[in-house]
């Protein structure tokens, strides 16, 4: 028992240290504001220093090429989305600006992306149908639009909040789960159905998106069954857009080496096209499909609707997922290739508020995107200047050209089309993944396909869990490796692999490449026993039956055969960590061979794992240690050697200390 002074100095013990600690991450001094304020607002950082003359050029024409791209970029995408024109240039317009502050990369482009378009504007169709409003040819009515970005809205600020929460957390770490294989097979997969989706606008058929899973096939169905009434307006036009787009778009990528910028073809095909409709009267006198106006300025903004936010949650989770994965990938590959660092988690907040912010303003989902990235890096951007420089070009296309009749729906479903080349040109990299490595490449191929011809959200889910069980099954198909010494070094090597190695008389060692855990510690012990080629449980089994039945014909007990084996070495180089169930596995292996005079010993453990030891109570016993055997833990697979060969017999070669 504790005298009372005894108590008392714990108990004022006790509350000086959480005290302390409250004060340590909630005290707030000016130095400690200013550098959240600082990490908060990358900008406050980098643009004290921002030197003019070598960057400002670069980040001003970086920043109006990819300002001139985004125009018809945002206009396409926003059909895609199930969205009115302007809320296209509205969402690339905040999120441009929303990154340059909070962003940490350099280079990249926020804006509209393809997938997540996609995503959105299934979510959208979804609701509108639930709600009981008419969709006609698959494109909203005017009046049925506010709902439309309503939902749109409402989802984009869900998704936003999500990131902002996981920033918060500091569980930026899920992307990793995320493998570079199972993303781009997710990215193929859903480049499958957009292209799909947009042949009814190349063909001017008015045909609703099907609803629910195999909505690619249920596409093609409604495509074949009414192709009897495609528009031939559409259909000419469609076919002039992608003559003309698809040479340009090659020639633009073969000698972008030699273009200090690319030439923005896409701007030129709306814009004839556009004349051409508006002055040939396409819409009036052939029937040509349109997309909804576009209204000068901006709209005021708009609460979500709240009570949406149950019906879009789990919708909201993956294109929150989604949209981070892309831009941090995106991010650290940039900084990487020029020699800088970002921040995974500051990457969250930004692109949580480019979702969460602009869906006051009828905005919807946002993240990074390659082309537009690629273009501003290949034009010289330096900053997030750059960024602010395209929002400035889409401000005057806001205030001054949106006015203009940008709504021939086949020209832009041409663009989407044209822009999807990238993505379905992995489909000719299949036998190189699979020659690389057969895992990713199925990986790949399983996700592409769910997402494909299954169901978009589906898709990823199968490729998270399909990564999961490969790697969970990797470490159920490692076996134990016998390992011989070099010639000309203390170096341990398989001895089925290498020839020349040499083997110690009495001591055998071991290697298994892999954590041992509740999954696999059963496989590890049965693959022990084979490549020793002895089961110390099946061998004490047989020997007490063995000394049974001699006792039965002799009255006494069997003498005990020699075992050729004195030692096991386990090098456990390769074993990153264990959990209670590895370490119960390496006390029955050592108990069991013990039981026969083998001793097991490790090797090369590295401090986690040696930490595990000691919690798990590893290290041998009084009983062991009475008997001789007082270690059990060694740094160097030579150092175990000599150990287990001066434990069971003097040998010359090793120091007598042991």
Request: hydrophobic content about 45%; some cysteine.
């Amino acid at each position: 028992r504790l005298p009372s002074n005894t108590k008392m100095w714990v108990g004022k013990n006790w509350r000086t240290t959480v005290l302390h600690q409250l004060k340590k991450h909630c005290l707030c001094t000016p130095k400690i504001a200013k550098s959240k304020i600082l990490g908060f607002f990358p900008i406050l950082k980098w643009l004290p220093h921002y030197q003019l003359k070598d960057w400002l050029l670069g980040d001003i024409v970086s920043g109006l090429i990819v300002g001139i791209l985004l125009v018809p970029q945002s206009i396409a995408y926003s059909l895609l989305a199930s969205q009115d024109p302007i809320y296209g240039l509205y969402t690339s317009f905040f999120s441009s600006i929303i990154y340059a502050l909070l962003g940490t990369s350099r280079h990249i482009s926020v804006g509209i992306f393809g997938v997540l378009c996609l995503l959105v504007g299934q979510v959208v169709d979804r609701e509108l149908a639930l709600a009981g409003y008419l969709i006609e040819g698959s494109s909203i009515r005017h009046n049925d639009s506010c709902y439309a970005i309503t939902v749109g809205a409402t989802l984009t600020f869900t998704a936003g909040v999500y990131q902002v929460l996981m920033g918060l957390f500091h569980v930026g770490f899920v992307s990793i789960y995320l493998s570079d294989s199972l993303l781009s097979g997710f990215a193929t997969g859903a480049s499958l159905t957009i292209l799909t989706s947009q042949f009814k606008f190349l063909l001017g058929l008015k045909i609703p998106r099907p609803q629910g899973w195999f909505t690619l096939f249920k596409t093609w169905y409604s495509l074949f069954t009414n192709l009897g009434n495609a528009n031939v307006c559409d259909l000419v036009t469609s076919l002039v857009c992608l003559l003309i787009l698809i040479p340009t778009k090659e020639l633009n990528d073969r000698f972008k080496a030699k273009l200090k910028a690319p030439i923005p073809f896409e701007l030129f095909v709306v814009i004839i096209a556009t004349l051409a409709s508006h002055f040939g009267h396409f819409n009036t006198e052939y029937g040509s499909s349109v997309a909804g106006d576009i209204p000068t300025g901006f709209l005021p903004p708009q609460l979500p609707n709240w009570s949406l936010i149950p019906n879009v949650a789990v919708d909201a989770f993956s294109i929150a997922i989604v949209a981070f994965a892309i831009t941090v990938s995106l991010s650290e590959m940039f900084a990487k290739k020029h020699g800088y660092t970002v921040d995974a988690n500051q990457e969250m907040y930004a692109i949580g508020f480019c979702n969460i912010l602009p869906s006051f303003f009828h905005c919807f989902t946002t993240s990074a995107a390659l082309t537009k990235t690629l273009v501003k890096e290949s034009t010289g951007c330096q900053t997030q200047m750059s960024g602010l420089v395209s929002a400035f070009i889409l401000l005057l296309v806001l205030l001054v050209i949106a006015p203009l009749p940008f709504r021939s729906k086949c020209v832009l479903a041409v663009i989407i089309v044209v822009n999807l080349r990238g993505a379905l040109r992995k489909f000719t990299d299949i036998p190189h993944m699979w020659r690389v490595n057969r895992v990713d490449a199925s990986i790949w191929l399983l996700t592409m396909a769910t997402s494909a011809f299954v169901n978009t959200e589906l898709g990823l889910l199968v490729g998270v869990l399909a990564s999961a069980f490969c790697v969970l099954g990797r470490t159920q198909q490692v076996h134990v490796l016998e390992l011989g010494r070099t010639t000309t070094r203390e170096h341990y090597e398989d001895l089925s692999s290498y020839h020349g190695l040499q083997t110690h008389p009495g001591v055998a060692v071991y290697r298994y490449d892999a954590p041992i855990y509740y999954a696999n510690q059963s496989l590890f012990k049965k693959s022990l026993y084979k490549c020793v080629g002895l089961d110390p449980v099946k061998e004490k089994t047989q020997r007490i039956k063995f000394n049974k039945k001699r006792r039965q014909q002799h009255g006494e007990d069997a003498e005990v055969p020699n075992v050729i084996l004195h030692g096991i070495v386990i090098d456990c180089s390769s074993i990153v960590f264990l959990d209670t169930a590895g370490v119960n596995a390496l006390k029955e292996v050592r108990k069991d061979y013990g039981e026969l005079g083998v001793s097991v010993v490790l090797a090369q453990c590295n401090t986690s794992v040696l930490d595990t030891l000691e919690r798990g109570g590893y290290h041998p016993t009084k009983k062991e240690s009475d008997e001789g055997e007082s270690n059990s833990l060694f740094f160097t697979i030579s150092d175990a050697v000599c150990y287990v060969q001066s434990f069971s017999a003097p040998s010359r070669d090793c120091d007598a200390k042991f």
